[in-house]
């Protein structure tokens, strides 16, 4: 068999397509031969789309006005619009890498997908460890709705501390909600899974640099090759994860970065990341 990603005339939607890991997520599956449905809150360019929407993931009735729009049959689904935390409130942080595809998957994608049905969702390495944690992030997993999911965001009263250090809890919670639907939709033969990037030379990679202390130590905490991934080595592992060729992998949380992650596994180097909800913030 040839053809063995099958998105041939497959609809699916990408969120972030205008920069980074989403446009090239979104150009491989143009050229894949999909259907692809792109939103973004900035102006999507790229040749061969179906259709690029403007909307931002922060604001309730510019997914729903999105969606209203989209087909009522989606075969994919790709959450990869994120932000650092660094141009924005905790709050809205949360909001956006987190709170919106809660939203999203429960108001669209569980009604508009069916057997076959696909959703991945880029995370962050920052988000590992997140199996440790489900007790505190089990309120913000529990939260119904859209006024459901502010509310709770906004009950944890963090919103006075620097919108970076919800990058973290956002990466998390997206590596829960994923574990959670993959076990509620499993049923209907819809899986879920995500990508964890390590460092990645992105329109957010001079956030990045910020919040860890310099590009070398971005380069130097990225994959074991000692280099920046790029988009496309982000987008690909995504593209397969949602395709006919993983059809049997779901509730996944593949961490893409040349396997750097072993060396903590291995006890070869401190697990920075194996702290409180706020305790660290980065990519
Ligand atoms: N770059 C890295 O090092 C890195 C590492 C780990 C995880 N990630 C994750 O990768 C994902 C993609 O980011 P990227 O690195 O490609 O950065 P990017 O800035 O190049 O792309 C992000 C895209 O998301 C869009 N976006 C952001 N907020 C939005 C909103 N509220 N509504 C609609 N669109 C919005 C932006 O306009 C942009 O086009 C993010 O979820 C990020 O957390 C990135």
């Known amino acids: 068999m040839s053809d063995f990603l099958q998105y041939a005339d497959k609809t699916v939607v990408v969120t972030g397509a205008a920069s980074g890991i989403g446009k090239a997520t979104a150009q491989r599956l143009v050229e894949l031969g999909a259907e692809v449905h792109a939103l973004d809150y900035a102006p999507t360019e790229l040749v061969g789309l179906a259709s690029a929407t403007r909307a931002n993931l922060g604001?309730?009735?510019?997914?729903?006005?999105?969606?209203?729009?989209?087909?009522?049959?989606?075969?994919?689904?790709?959450?990869?619009?994120?932000?650092?935390?660094?141009?924005?409130?905790?709050?809205?942080?949360?909001?956006?890498?987190?709170?919106?595809?809660?939203?999203?998957?429960?108001?669209?994608?569980?009604?508009?997908?069916?057997?076959?049905?696909?959703i991945a969702y880029v995370s962050s390495i920052g988000g590992i460890n997140w199996e440790r944690y489900q007790e505190e992030l089990e309120g913000l997993i529990q939260a119904d709705g859209w006024d459901g999911i502010v509310k709770a965001i906004e009950d944890l009263g963090m919103n006075d501390q620097p919108g970076p250090l919800a990058y973290v809890l956002s990466k998390r919670l997206i590596n829960l909600f994923t574990a959670h639907t993959s076990t509620e939709l499993a049923a209907r033969g819809i899986r879920v899974n995500a990508v964890l990037p390590t460092n990645t030379e992105t329109g957010l990679t001079p956030d990045f640099a910020v919040m860890r202390g310099g590009r070398e130590l971005l380069e130097a905490n990225a994959g074991l090759n000692n280099r920046l991934a790029t988009p496309e080595e982000m987008a690909d592992p995504l593209v397969f994860l949602n395709s006919h060729a993983a059809r049997y992998i779901s509730g996944q949380p593949l961490v893409v970065d040349f396997g750097a992650r072993n060396l903590q596994l291995l006890g070869r180097k401190e697990d920075g990341l194996d702290r409180p909800m706020l305790g660290n913030a980065g990519a």
């Open 59 to 118: 604001v309730r009735e510019d997914i729903d006005q999105a969606f209203a729009a989209l087909p009522a049959h989606i075969d994919a689904f790709f959450g990869v619009a994120g932000v650092s935390g660094l141009q924005h409130d905790y709050n809205t942080t949360l909001l956006i890498n987190y709170g919106s595809y809660k939203y999203i998957s429960k108001t669209y994608l569980e009604s508009r997908m069916s057997d076959g049905g696909a």
